[in-house]
């Protein structure tokens, strides 16, 4: 059974960082290329960031990049998102997700897999 599980979410004060964990079971994770995604109140899920399965490759939404880092740890079967200089605009549950492919970034909804549950980031003002 796959699991995605988040983790590291909270309240933060704009400017901050957080760093979100989504901790994989039952996959060959290192086959899998992983994505964030968020989704804010009364809004649809949007992407935020994608890996492919080697780390070798990263792609982030415009609103993220230059603050946001996506990373992988295939021995621990974990990805990373290092959220830095947060804004309020940041605020929503952000979900973990998977795909089994060697090579591509993903970065649609229906090209993935497998979800995480969510956590939740709010960031105040």
């Known amino acids: 059974q796959v699991q995605l599980v988040e983790s590291g979410g909270g309240l933060v004060q704009a400017g901050g960082s957080l760093r979100l964990s989504c901790a994989a079971s039952?996959?060959?994770?290192?086959?899998?290329?992983m994505g964030w995604f968020r989704q804010a109140p009364g809004k649809e899920r949007e992407f935020v960031a994608a890996?492919?399965?080697?780390?070798?490759?990263?792609y982030y939404v415009d609103s993220v990049k230059g603050r946001f880092t996506i990373s992988r740890d295939n021995a621990k079967n974990t990805v990373y998102l290092q959220m830095n200089s947060l804004k309020a605009e940041d605020t929503a549950v952000y979900y973990c997700?998977?795909?089994?492919?060697?090579?591509?970034?993903?970065?649609?909804?229906?090209?993935?897999?497998?979800w995480g549950q969510g956590t939740q980031v709010t960031v105040s003002s």
């Open positions: 890996i492919t399965w080697s780390g070798g490759n990263t």
């Open positions: 997700a998977g795909d089994r492919n060697i090579g591509w970034i993903r970065v649609r909804r229906d090209e993935y897999e497998y």
């Open positions: 039952g996959l060959t994770f290192r086959t899998y290329a």
